[in-house]
């Protein structure tokens, strides 16, 4: 069994005779990456597990106490607790050193591995590429729109060319932070940041939208924490400075924020963080970002965090979007330890992520 920082929890009697561990202590507690010969095909079966895939068969070499090597297959799952935390990943292990299945799989694993690598390149590449010219376009016409007079229809023309080009942009970022993260680019960082001023600076950010809408937009923060209003007035973050990645942080609460703001009319939109001790590691801590709306409800059976998936076939007509955004949050909040759900009734729905973040030793902001 192994936890999500990535240390083993637990091996049986059998697992330890195959690698050649006498002590348990040898090998329970390290981190399972130690043990792997080949550490792209751990990265990947482990990549697999994040998506939510199960692992059935999976060649793998592994590395004995002696030094010498063993070939195993491997079937693997991932626990989740009732709110869809990770709990741990839990992996059945057969010796199959020389056999003949385990070269039949390992070539044809090793197939799967290259296509997906091809086209994650090819995707991330051609993104890549299209992102300057685009840059390009948006920018030569905000220029345009600033050379004012134009006639009403000439003014049309050009917002259009804006609007349009800001929506490609978006769709061509977010398909190049899927691949990225496909592909195992995706560097998650680990530095000092205030917890409240990510929701603040989001709040900030999409104050704006929600007020055309005249929606409410709020941000609650967990009783543990200081409010934003305390932290900002008195200067003091003390409390609220964790080790993490706030950046990406930042990007989930943006799409769900930018989600609630979209499918509600009326009501308030409200952004919540809650963080609590990791029943796993005593210098872990889970921190919930949650965004919750009175909107239109989420009353689909869809796996909405599912690339291009969306709750029906008129969504897009009706609201805009690609179904791309929660597939990012899913994917961005698994690498960094955590999981995403929705709670929803029809009318009230709320969307949330859990990661990982370690408080700071030393606040450095
Ligand atoms: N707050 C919400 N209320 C109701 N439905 C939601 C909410 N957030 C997400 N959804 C549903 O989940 C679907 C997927 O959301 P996602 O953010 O991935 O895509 P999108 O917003 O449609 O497009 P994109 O984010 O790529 O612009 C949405 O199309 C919508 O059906
Ligand atoms: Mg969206």
Redesign the pocket.
């Known amino acids: 069994m192994i936890g999500i920082d990535g240390a083993i929890i637990w091996a049986n009697n059998a697992e330890l005779k195959l690698l050649g561990y006498g002590e348990r202590n040898e090998y329970v507690g390290k981190n399972a990456s130690q043990f792997y010969a080949d550490y792209n095909s751990y990265s990947n079966m482990f990549q697999k597990l994040n998506s939510g895939e199960g692992i059935h068969d999976y060649p793998i070499r592994l590395k004995c106490k002696n030094g010498t090597t063993k070939d195993v297959l491997i079937d693997s799952t991932v626990a989740w607790d009732d709110d869809g935390k990770f709990l741990y990943t839990r992996c059945f292990t057969r010796d199959m050193t020389a056999t003949d299945k385990i070269n039949e799989l390992r070539i044809a694993e090793k197939a799967k591995c290259q296509t997906l690598k091809y086209k994650t390149n090819f995707l991330a590449t051609v993104t890549h590429e299209i992102r300057t010219p685009l840059n390009g376009i948006i920018g030569m016409a905000s220029l345009l729109l600033e050379t004012a007079p134009f006639t009403p229809l000439q003014k049309e023309y050009v917002e259009t060319i804006a609007t349009t080009g800001d929506?490609l942009l978006?769709?061509v970022n977010?398909i190049l932070d899927l691949s990225k993260v496909d592909s195992g680019k995706m560097v998650i960082e680990s530095i000092p940041f205030n917890i409240v001023k990510v929701v603040e600076d989001v709040r900030k950010m999409s104050i704006s939208g929600a007020e055309q809408k005249g929606l409410n937009l709020l941000s609650l923060v967990d009783n543990n924490l200081q409010s934003v209003e305390n932290i900002l007035t008195s200067n003091d973050f003390s409390e609220s400075i964790y080790l993490g990645d706030p950046f990406r942080l930042k990007q989930i609460l943006i799409?769900?924020v930018?989600?609630?703001v979209?499918?509600?009319a009326h009501g308030t939109?409200s952004i919540g963080i809650d963080i609590k001790k990791s029943k796993f590691a005593e210098d872990i801590d889970e921190v919930t970002l949650t965004?919750?709306?009175t909107?239109?409800?989420?009353a689909?059976t869809?796996d909405?965090?599912e690339?291009?998936?969306?709750?029906?076939n008129t969504?897009?007509r009706r609201?805009?979007?690609?179904?791309?955004?929660?597939?990012?949050?899913r994917k961005l909040g698994r690498l960094m330890g955590g999981e995403t759900g929705?709670r929803?009734t029809l009318g009230q729905?709320?969307?949330f992520t859990t990661s990982s973040v370690s408080p700071s030793i030393s606040p450095t902001l």
């Open positions: 929506f978006t769709l977010d799409n769900y930018n989600n609630a979209k499918f509600t939109v965004v919750e709306d909107g239109i409800g989420v689909s869809v909405l965090f690339p291009f998936s969306q709750a029906d969504i897009s609201y805009g979007g690609t179904g791309l955004g929660l597939s990012i949050c929705v929803s729905v709320g969307i």
